[in-house]
């Protein structure tokens, strides 16, 4: 099922945010993983991800990972009906930074 992946203004926000304060090779880093989420998420996102505890319909999703880098993530909710995914958070895990 083809989906139309969509990025809420704060998750959007994040994501300039640490585009803009990342070094050619984090930024390099940081799009490889953003282009395989937005790519993968765009083909059957209900059946990808892995269901957040207690929050349903909310999915997490990660890039794969890449050893030396910090991983790539977003929560994303999907929307059958419309075959919408909306991608609500970003994450991106490294040393002494939460989320």
């Known amino acids: 099922m083809r989906c139309t992946v969509t990025w809420d203004d ?3 926000a994040e994501l300039m945010e640490r585009w803009l304060l990342s070094s050619s090779d984090e930024r390099s880093h940081l799009s490889r993983g953003i282009n395989h989420i937005d790519a993968a998420l765009r083909e059957n996102a209900h059946q990808k991800g892995a269901v957040l505890r ?5 999915r ?6 890449i050893p ?5 993530g977003v929560v994303y909710q999907f929307v059958l009906d419309d075959r919408l995914v909306k991608v609500l958070q970003l994450w991106v895990l490294s040393e002494g ?3």
């Open 10 to 12: 704060d998750a959007q």
């Open 54 to 58: 207690g929050n349903e319909p909310l």
């Open 60 to 65: 997490f999703y990660s890039a794969p990972v």
């Open 68 to 72: 030396g880098r910090p991983p790539i």
């Open 97 to 99: 930074r939460s989320p």
